[in-house]
RNA sequence: GGGCGCUUAGCUCAGUUGGCUAGAGCACCUGCCUUACAAGCAGGGGGUCGGGGGUUCAAGUCCCUCAGCGCCCACCA
């Protein structure tokens, strides 16, 4: 007995069902000792921050995974979709620092470290409860046996394995560099952490004096002036920078100035990096130029490295919270200019900088001037390059042990040998082993690549995997004899080797033991003193207590968050351990993201594959759009213009929300999402889109189509059909779906989703609903025609719900669980058997049945239903009732008759006509309207007014018309019909008879109006 | 500064390799509670595809150029 169904679909009933379903089913696991023969499919989720709750840009990026997961899991692929969480190092412990701010009134370092990663804890705990349950109330078919954390003990342990490796490989060193800081916040930003924002601030040109006068050209020269947009650093200057083709070099290279304010005496030197004035120049540097750059290696990425070639002095002449100090680095603050400026803020100092050479006469000028600086994301301030210490990785340096492998060429165009990290992820690439979907990104990742830099890896952070290396300090044994120190402690050496890592800070060597591996810095702070860099291999703890014991001190950094996504695609499969999960998994098989994560994380996690396990993590890349509001901007939370999932599945239902996600998804790069506030039924008032109508509204049309299906399929039996009692709407609509099959599979292989949503869309609605259905009314009420009427029904709603399951899972399978009760049986003897599982999630996908395709068919239904709507377009214009049947006439050539005739009830039904005579060579009755539907001349009887028929028939001669001149235009064209092909010239040709034709009738039919 | 993308109906967007009178959803107008569906049905109005130039028998679709918008990357003299 079919269920009572409601004619409004319940959205919240039937996801709860179907989720209780899959899971006591067991349906998202995935099965290691599975031996499917479709072979595995593998996807891992790009793992949401633990930071927040998602938001719909997830929403949309985990829908896709879902469709192809679901898709391939009906296939017959063992697949395995792995779901979990990035601690995401400095977001989260952000948000944890401003909440206890908030609640408790006190700062990260009110807190010892064990106390202050506990807070983070268990916010990380609340948000993966949160997202875990987003995510399943969008119904992603993740594995949830598997669920991951990139701070578990599995990753932690692959995190561990992999920096030891690169550690022995001698890829990780210490450098001295300029980190992004964030005085406000005080901590390192990596360089993704920070906004460039466009400024409207200052050039300033500042007088060096020369300490001795030079002649140039005759002319007495006792100054150089430089142009800064940051007159604070000045007091950091140990130098002055020309570019040796600058005609003044030969006079002023190797010349002395005396830094104002400071009284520091500071060579001149030469450098091609300076950019030599030109103020006709569109390029800002030289128009802007003096010729003289002041040179502060300790406040300037740029300025660094000319401090490196130069072997300038840096010194440091700020505090870590940006204000002026002298106990950083600064020694000669002597003079009371200098004195004054202690402890001012970076800004004020700026302005009394500026004072200070105003007064003093030389400030030359100060020129507007807009352009980028670096913000910090967290604090918004502007941040500060600061010099300090860090753990890199060395991305170009070759790798000995991988050479074999992957080869030691350079790699066309780059300076980037194969065997390096960089190396590793850029050949697959451009041996198109990986793809890009669409295609464009493919520049983005490789230009990246060919330009990276080594990497730093150290946060000044509590939040996130603490290095695992340990320092100490230790006197010299004998000058020029470094490499011995300790080493008898560690008797069965298993490499041991001098590497060069670091071009400022040579270490002597990187040696490998057992369970540890050290390098050593010759230089320390301390004079006659050496520092010693141990790192511990995973699962060493008593090694590590023992090493504390001594003495030895853990580094207190924690890595870069990227550093353990990068390991994510076999990390969460038990890497380093061998496991079947990773035998049977890895490589998986496409990689589903956003754009603004290409480089940081896409390509490291190629890196790292091909490093950690020597095989790609997946072949192809898909990337989405990036979802926006109504105006174009991005969603966020300070704007207020985002959307919880959660709420968009109260407003309108998942599957509503994933059918509009997926059916908005196209190879755009953006994508806008009109935000509306909506009361819900509960009284909340949220934010939702009114975009997702479009899918509530689909559901809801499935729902019923699927209950008119409840109310007729009563006692369907599958031995009573007979493919050759099929009627021409039955082959008509089973040839529809074949096509539809087919654009729907392929369009899922090519990553299309809009595409594949959309024929089905226009399937079920247009020529299912709209038409097949309606047909097949009159037949169920027909004993004669019942049987087949009902099996052919069955079997295209269960299709229907086969195609559509990937993208709106809950709904498809409510539905099919009805028609498994209704009509367990939905194969069509010798057309197509088909197997139901108990769930639909493992039911198998459509096979093609492309031999049911029928031109003949659908032609025929064409012409049928364009009779139809001529009739109805005429009723319509004389708004005669649905209920109220018209008698009508048409005529035509014979043949046409006949396929009318065959058909007039298909007519008759549709068009509310009746009756309807059919003849070739029928005159138009008297007070009938004539419509002209292509070669069939139709009549409807009894409609009396001649203006209204003079008014449709001018339309539609217009409408003729206007088709008809550009055919002649063409045609006419000697170049068109000598060039273009056969086939298209033809088709004119015969387009433009048919509406010379429709012309002539609808003169005639003018003409008789008079 | 480098790279990428967008500009098609009032709104949000489709338009594959250039080729039938440029499509969809929403909104709008008219008529319908027709026994699955008013979150629906039937019918209808509305764009010449940002501007300009070029290639071609033929351009929304390729090339050049101008304008506007957006994103990513980049060491803020």
């Known amino acids: 007995m079919a269920r009572e169904i409601p004619t409004i679909y319940d959205s919240t009933a039937v996801e709860a069902e179907a989720a209780k379903l899959w899971a006591d089913g067991h349906y998202f696991h995935a099965d290691e000792t599975s031996e499917a023969p479709k072979g595995t499919y593998a996807i891992v989720i790009p793992p949401p921050n633990v930071t927040a709750a998602l938001h719909l840009g997830h929403a949309l990026n985990n829908t896709l995974q879902d469709v192809l997961i679901r898709w391939r899991r009906m296939q017959g692929a063992e697949t395995l979709w792995m779901p979990g969480t990035d601690h995401a190092g400095i977001a989260t412990q952000t948000v944890v620092e401003k909440r206890l701010l908030a609640e408790q009134g006190k700062r990260r370092t009110d807190f010892q470290r064990d106390e202050f990663v506990g807070h983070v804890q268990s916010w990380k705990d609340e948000y993966e409860a949160c997202i875990l349950g987003q995510l399943q109330s969008m119904g992603c078919s993740c594995d949830w046996d598997r669920v991951r954390f990139t701070m578990d003990e599995t990753c932690a342990k692959a995190v561990r394995t992999n920096f030891f490796n690169l550690f022995k490989d001698g ?101 091609e990096h300076v950019v030599l004035p030109n103020p006709e120049s569109d390029d800002d540097k030289a128009k802007f130029s003096t010729g003289f750059l002041k040179v502060t290696p300790a406040h300037d990425p740029d300025d660094w490295q000319i401090g490196l070639r130069h072997d300038l002095e840096v010194i440091n002449v700020m505090a870590p919270d940006g204000s002026i100090s002298d106990k950083h680095g ?64 060395a991305v170009k340096k070759p790798i000995d042990h991988l050479a074999e492998k992957f080869g030691t060429e350079i790699l066309e165009g780059t300076d980037v040998p194969a065997n390096s990290l960089a190396g590793l992820a850029l050949k697959p690439l451009l041996e198109g082993r990986l793809k890009f979907y669409p295609e464009r990104y493919t520049k983005n990742y490789q230009l990246w690549l060919e330009n990276l830099r080594d990497w730093p890896i150290s946060r000044q952070l509590w939040w996130g995997h ?102 994510w695609p076999f990390s969460t499969m038990g890497w380093p351990d061998e496991n079947d999960t990773l035998k049977k998994f890895y490589p998986t098989q496409v990689l589903c993201t956003a754009r603004e994560i290409i480089t940081l994380w896409v390509s490291r996690m190629v890196m790292m594959g091909q490093y950690c396990v020597g095989e790609i993590p997946y072949s192809d890349v898909y990337i989405h759009a990036m979802i926006q509001d109504g105006q174009g901007r991005k969603m966020s939370k300070s704007l207020g213009n985002g959307i919880d999932p959660l709420v968009a599945i109260d407003s309108h239902g998942a599957d509503a929300m994933r059918f509009t996600l997926a059916n908005m998804t196209t190879d755009t790069q953006d994508v806008r999402m009109p935000v509306a506030e909506i009361e819900l039924p509960d009284g909340r008032k949220v934010n939702s889109s009114p975009k997702f ?112 399951h990937p993208f709106v899972p809950f709904i498809t399978e409510g539905i099919f669980q009805n028609l498994n009760a209704i009509a367990p049986n939905r194969g069509l003897n010798g057309i197509m058997e088909l197997t139901a599982g108990k769930s639909i999630m493992i039911s198998p996908w459509p096979e093609s049945i492309s031999g049911q395709i029928d031109a003949q068919v659908e032609a025929d239904i064409e012409v049928v239903q364009s009779v139809i709507r001529s009739i109805r377009e005429v009723r319509s214009q004389y708004n005669i009732p649905p209920s109220k049947k018209v008698p009508a006439s048409a005529s035509a050539s014979e043949a046409m008759c006949g396929l009318l005739n065959t058909n007039s009830a298909l007519i008759g039904q549709l068009a509310g006509v009746a009756p309807f005579e059919i003849a070739a060579g029928l005159e138009k009755p008297d007070n009938a309207a004539a419509v002209v539907a292509g070669e069939v001349q139709v009549y409807v009887h009894d409609v009396i007014d001649p203006d209204e028929e003079r008014k449709r028939l001018q339309k539609q001669k217009e409408f003729v018309e206007k088709g008809i001149r550009p055919l002649e235009g063409k045609l006419s064209n000697e170049n068109f019909v000598s060039r273009a092909k056969p086939e298209v010239v033809e088709q004119s040709r015969a387009k433009l008879k048919e509406l010379q034709e429709q012309l002539a009738a609808i003169e005639k039919h003018l003409a008789e109006l008079g």
């Open 171 to 271: 890829l990780i060193y210490r450098g001295k560099r300029l980190v992004n800081w964030d005085p406000a916040t005080q901590t390192v930003l990596a360089d993704d952490e920070v906004e460039h924002q466009n400024v409207q601030g200052f050039f300033w040109y500042f007088q060096y004096p020369l300490e001795t006068p030079v002649e140039i050209d005759g002319q007495t020269v006792d100054h150089v002036t430089v142009a800064t947009t940051r007159p604070e650093t000045m007091l950091g200057d140990t130098a002055v920078a020309m570019n040796p083709s600058d005609p003044r070099a030969k006079a002023l290279v190797g010349q002395k100035v005396r830094l104002p304010i400071v009284g520091r005496l500071i060579p001149i030197v030469a450098d």
């Open 330 to 393: 600064w020694e000669d603050a002597t003079a009371p200019e200098a004195q004054n400026l202690l402890g001012m803020d970076r800004f004020e100092a700026r302005e009394a900088i500026v004072d200070w050479f105003r007064t003093e006469k030389l400030l030359e000028e100060v020129r507007d001037y807009a352009h980028e600086v670096g913000h910090s994301y967290r604090s918004h301030v502007p941040i500060e390059p600061y010099l300090s210490d860090q753990w890199y990785i």
């Open 466 to 567: 603490q290095i695992p290396v340990w320092t100490l300090d230790m006197q010299c044994p004998s000058e020029g004899d470094l490499t011995l120190v300790e080493e008898d402690e560690y008797p069965e050496p298993v490499i041991s080797e001098m590497q060069e890592v670091a071009e400022e800070q040579e270490t002597t060597g990187v040696f490998n033991f057992g369970n540890h591996a050290h390098f050593q810095l010759p230089h320390s702070e301390k004079e006659g003193w050496i520092r010693i860099y141990k790192c511990v291999d995973a699962g060493n703890q008593e090694y590590e207590k023992k090493l504390e014991e001594q003495g030895w001190v853990r580094d207190d950094d924690v890595l870069d968050t990227w550093f353990s996504s990068a390991l």
């Open 693 to 804: 109508d479009n899918g509530r509204n689909f559901c809801n049309k499935l729902w019923n189509a699927s209950r008119f299906a409840m109310l007729n399929l009563e006692g369907t039996d599958p031995n009573a059909f007979d493919a050759a009692k099929l009627d021409i709407t039955d082959k008509w609509i089973l040839s529809r779906l074949a096509k539809t099959i087919d654009a729907v599979t392929e369009g899922l292989e090519a990553y299309k989703y809009n595409e594949p949503l959309n024929e089905i869309y226009k399937f079920f609605w247009n020529d299912f609903c709209d038409w097949y259905l309606e047909w097949s009314k009159p037949r169920m009420q027909d004993d004669a025609q019942k049987a087949t009427a009902q099996n052919v029904l069955a079997f295209v709603l269960d299709q229907v719900l086969r195609l559509l």
